[in-house]
């Protein structure tokens, strides 16, 4: 008896969002065993994506990738969209670490939920044709949403995938897809807006900020610019300040006790607040003194505040600082 054919099989790029998912039934649909990969960094999370996989029944790879996507953060070769979004290199440096995947696990070809024209400046045709030069895996990567429009691809001269069965979605109008959605019964999906941390106006300034000041980064650090007040004390500290309980929670749950020191007024309620990575002692009494005025220590009367570092703590008696003070240090 001959043996079985080995089936088709393709790894996915997956979002986790409702292209994602489509683009990998249209393969299923005919006969591609599917897979897909995410990747996690501080800055979007792969919640979603595994999710999608759980409720889709498809095996999903979620790597972390930090440190080699930082390397490119820094010094993206197409640049940046409107805050510190790398949009062009992010998604090249995702098929290039989904290609690896590809190869090393035997897969015969890339897919993704990308639509020609739905982004003007990530998914015109400029930009995926360089995505895919600069992924090293040019002709590898079908995108079955938008195919028909899209130049012919290896998989597709190779009879992996049927190019008939692919579809002619572009432009920027969801109905195609919510249509398709509605005829394939798939009904849980999130909404497509949002969840990279980098196009935020507010996290970009602080990323900009740590980028400045800082050659190296603990993953906490990137964690941190997300919550809190963050005030820049000087070149070499900067102090962060809870807003909220939960803010409180999220920062305590981030100190590293050997490295941050951490303030605490005593006897009256007030915010967590750090300063990352050490400091000297007249930061401290800074930081102490901003930390009090953001608290509920009556203003123009000295307050105690609790200073630790791992097993050491100190107190110090400082005037609150009134938080309209704060302005210029403030990112
Ligand atoms: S929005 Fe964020 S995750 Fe998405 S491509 Fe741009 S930089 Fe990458």
Known sequence: MA??????????LCSGGLDSILAALVLRNQGIEV??????????SADKARRAARLNDIPITVKRILPTYLEMLKNPPAGYGKQMNPCMDCHALMFRLAGEEMQSRGFDFLFSGEVSGQRPMSQNKNSLRYVEKNSGYDGAIVRPLSAQNLPVTRPEKEGLVDRDQLLNFSGRSRKPQLELADRWGVKD????????????KGYATRLRDLFNYQDTYRDAEFYLLSCGRHLR???DHKLIVGRSKVENEKIEALIDPDMDVEFRV???????SLVPNGCDEATAKQAAAICA???KAPAGDPAEVLVIQGDRQTTLTVMPTPPRDNKPFLL
Do not use: H, M, Q, R
């Open 266 to 272: 005593e006897n009256c309620p007030g915010p967590v």
């Open 189 to 200: 999906f999130p909404s497509p807006a949002g969840g990279c941390l980098l196009t935020e």
């Open 3 to 12: 043996p079985d054919k080995k089936k088709v099989s393709a790894l996915g």
């Open 293 to 295: 005025g953001y608290s």
């Open 35 to 44: 897979e897909w990969i995410t990747f996690e960094t501080p800055f979007f």
């Open 233 to 235: 004390l000087n070149a």
